[in-house]
């Protein structure tokens, strides 16, 4: 396959008669870093959502290479009541992982997000952006080769932010992952993505794809990257104003 998500004339009528998407392609090559930006509603969520197999398409074809994708949220979820190492263990507990490899793959994981030395801290000990990297480690744990996240750093303050793009753009490039990445901040989309797909709502669609030339690593506040954010911004309020005008 050389195609790691392939969405084809992808629709999405909810029961009540929202129309979330309508006909939406896209083919995400494997190892790409793609972004998904819109107005609020859209339905990038919807996208996701369908894509990790949570929802069915009511029209149209998804297929994710190797079958199933592993998916990170805004909120790391973890359970308070287990350590980290535990945490990240989860899912390699769920496929049937004995316990002594489950520990080491969960160290693994911890130290390839630079957490190695909490492996026995609570999630409670740990600040936002740590407990999102563990979230992060959790996810790598689903040994999914596509990661989907729904906008996993929005909650971060700015400094954090920034510290966990460069983790995320290492942990990608190492395990040569394929990403989806559903953002608001269109800065961001630009520092992470290979390419950015713009969605418009009523009903939610592709309008247009930008490519990011820019070489890695980038820089938020690097020229290359406010002059491409702007172009995208200013697409982004043309279509606002499309539908309040
Ligand atoms: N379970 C549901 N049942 C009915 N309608 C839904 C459901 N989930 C989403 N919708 C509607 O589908 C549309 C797309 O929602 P979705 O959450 O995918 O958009 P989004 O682009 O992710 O929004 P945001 O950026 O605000 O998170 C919206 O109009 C929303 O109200």
Redesign the pocket.
Known sequence: MTVAVDLRGVS?R???G?V??SGVDLAVRPGEFVCLV??????????L?LVAGL?SVTDGSIEVDGGRAAFMFQEPALFPWLKVGQNVEVPLKLRGVGRASRRARARELLETVRLGDVVDKRPHELSGGMRQRVALARTLAHDAGVLLM??PFAALDAMTRDALHDELERVWLERNLTVLF?T?NVSEAVRLGDRIIL?A??P?RVIEEFEVEAPRPRRLDSPDVAALAGRVTERLKEEVRRHVG
């Open positions: 999405k909810y029961p009540g929202t979330a998407l819109g107005a609020s509603g859209c339905g990038k969520s919807t996208l959502n929802d729904d906008e559903v608001h969605l709502s009523r939610g």
